[in-house]
């Protein structure tokens, strides 16, 4: 990897890791922002929804709009208008003001997942240094959304909400500037922006969308589980926010570890990985609503990371593979089918945390991953000839 090269991953890395946790930090503040706006947290919890929602709609849109106007352009203007809005999210004085804040800055962050990760695809030839580079930058996101939890919380703590929004949008300024300078921008790869076009073409593709509706599984699990995982080990072991923050960090240190090495794991293990990353969730995962304990849960948080990371990451690999001058919708796909798995999975606990309890939430998101293991397994089996494929 070329100096310069290695300068692209690490900002697109670090940028990931506060526009994830720029989300994510928001849990541990609405009780603040609820007293200081005279507002309940159900309604409190509006910007969190204001947020999540045109970012999941949006980033249908930007992965096109990187294949036509190049990747690097929109990254760097998406970067920086992300982190001008969480500054902004700072001086609201209202919940409306918030939440409208909050809905634009989730505009802007809906163009940097997609399309970095599209980005990072181009930079490789070499499939092993690709997948590396995906998965370290993955992993870096989702340290970030690991993280929030005790950075938003230890923030709020020493000064308000408003210090927590000012600081994610300072550090994303920072590298947003950066990005300017190492970023290597190049024109784009399709000719017009025709979304309907760019579409039809990933729909056309036999194996693309059997592919990318396999992130679905993977969010269900993570995404709809880890949600409630805070408030879980708050319950069960009495600490505060600022503390199990700190506890989950190791998921996201366990998949920011594993991102980097999934490529060589993958060149030792083949198609096995997957299947194997999937038998090392549910075997973890399942058993942690019935609380073993404390020092129970650092090891398998760390086991499951490093699952998901390596089912997550051959997922998008295998994903880009098959539209390469189109990466940018390609992830759009995957990141349309990864969050709207994690806002069913989130739904769908609800429901289940009610009648069940959280025993039903894990056992379930551990049922989900390996699952996805499973089947990402008999995808890349089928797509290098060695099994029968899907039924159509």
Same mark, same amino acid.
């Given at each position: 990897?070329?100096?310069?090269?290695?300068?692209?991953?690490?900002?697109?890395?670090?940028?990931?890791?506060?526009?994830?946790?720029?989300?994510?930090?928001?849990?541990?503040?609405?009780?603040?922002?609820? @007293?200081?706006?005279?507002?309940?947290?159900?309604?409190?919890?509006?910007?969190?929804?204001?947020?999540?929602?045109?970012?999941?709609?949006?980033?249908?849109?930007?992965?096109?709009?990187?294949?036509?106007?190049?990747?690097?352009?929109?990254?760097?203007?998406?970067?920086?208008?992300?982190?001008?809005?969480?500054?902004?999210?700072?001086?609201?004085?209202?919940?409306?003001?918030?939440?409208?804040?909050?809905?634009?800055?989730?505009?802007?962050?809906?163009?940097?997942?997609?399309?970095?990760?599209?980005?990072?695809?181009?930079?490789?030839?070499?499939?092993?240094? @690709?997948?590396?580079?995906?998965?370290?930058?993955?992993?870096?996101?989702?340290?970030?959304?690991?993280?929030?939890?005790?950075?938003?919380?230890?923030?709020?703590?020493?000064?308000?909400? @408003?210090?927590?929004?000012?600081?994610?949008?300072?550090?994303?300024?920072?590298?947003?500037?950066?990005?300017?300078?190492?970023?290597?921008?190049?024109?784009?790869?399709?000719?017009?922006?025709?979304?309907?076009?760019?579409?039809?073409?990933?729909?056309?593709?036999?194996?693309?969308?059997?592919?990318?509706?396999?992130?679905?599984?993977?969010?269900?699990?993570?995404?709809?589980?880890?949600?409630?995982?805070?408030?879980?080990?708050?319950?069960?072991?009495?600490?505060?926010?600022?503390?199990?923050?700190?506890?989950?960090?190791?998921?996201?240190?366990?998949?920011?570890?594993?991102?980097?090495?999934?490529?060589?794991?993958?060149?030792?293990?083949?198609?096995?990985?997957?299947?194997?990353?999937?038998?090392?969730?549910?075997?973890?995962?399942?058993?942690?609503?019935?609380?073993?304990?404390?020092?129970?849960?650092?090891?398998?948080?760390?086991?499951?990371?490093?699952?998901?990371?390596?089912?997550?990451?051959?997922?998008?690999?295998?994903?880009?593979?098959?539209?390469?001058?189109?990466?940018?919708?390609?992830?759009?796909?995957?990141?349309?089918?990864?969050?709207?798995?994690?806002?069913?999975?989130?739904?769908?606990?609800?429901?289940?945390?009610?009648?069940?309890?959280?025993?039903?939430?894990?056992?379930?998101?551990?049922?989900?991953?390996?699952?996805?293991?499973?089947?990402?397994?008999?995808?890349?089996?089928?797509?290098?000839?060695?099994?029968?494929?899907?039924? @159509?």
């Amino acid at each position: 990897m070329q100096p310069r090269t290695k300068h692209v991953v690490l900002l697109l890395g670090l940028m990931g890791f506060w526009a994830m946790g720029d989300n994510y930090a928001a849990s541990p503040m609405l009780v603040d922002i609820a @007293r200081d706006f005279g507002i309940d947290i159900g309604t409190a919890a509006l910007s969190v929804a204001a947020y999540m929602l045109p970012f999941g709609l949006f980033t249908l849109l930007f992965g096109p709009l990187g294949d036509r106007y190049g990747k690097a352009r929109v990254i760097s203007i998406a970067a920086f208008g992300t982190a001008v809005f969480s500054c902004l999210g700072a001086l609201a004085f209202n919940i409306i003001s918030l939440a409208a804040i909050r809905a634009i800055n989730g505009i802007l962050a809906a163009a940097i997942l997609p399309v970095t990760m599209s980005y990072v695809g181009d930079l490789f030839e070499e499939p092993k240094k @690709r997948l590396n580079a995906i998965g370290s930058v993955m992993g870096m996101y989702f340290l970030g959304g690991a993280a929030a939890t005790a950075i938003g919380g230890g923030l709020s703590f020493i000064g308000s909400w @408003r210090l927590v929004y000012l600081a994610y949008g300072v550090a994303e300024l920072i590298i947003a500037l950066l990005m300017f300078k190492y970023l290597i921008f190049a024109p784009g790869t399709a000719k017009t922006l025709g979304l309907r076009q760019a579409y039809a073409n990933a729909f056309s593709q036999p194996f693309l969308l059997k592919t990318v509706v396999l992130l679905f599984l993977v969010g269900f699990a993570v995404f709809g589980s880890f949600t409630y995982l805070g408030d879980f080990l708050v319950e069960m072991t009495g600490l505060n926010i600022f503390y199990v923050g700190l506890i989950m960090t190791p998921f996201g240190l366990a998949a920011y570890a594993g991102g980097q090495k999934a490529g060589d794991i993958r060149l030792k293990l083949g198609s096995n990985m997957t299947l194997l990353a999937g038998i090392l969730g549910l075997i973890t995962w399942a058993p942690l609503g019935q609380w073993p304990g404390i020092y129970y849960t650092l090891p398998i948080l760390l086991a499951f990371g490093f699952a998901f990371v390596l089912i997550q990451s051959t997922v998008i690999f295998t994903a880009q593979q098959q539209l390469p001058m189109q990466r940018g919708t390609v992830m759009s796909l995957a990141s349309f089918n990864m969050f709207v798995g994690g806002g069913c999975g989130v739904l769908i606990n609800k429901f289940l945390l009610i009648n069940w309890g959280y025993k039903s939430i894990f056992l379930i998101a551990a049922l989900a991953i390996f699952v996805a293991g499973l089947l990402v397994h008999r995808l890349l089996l089928i797509l290098t000839g060695q099994a029968k494929a899907f039924p @159509r």
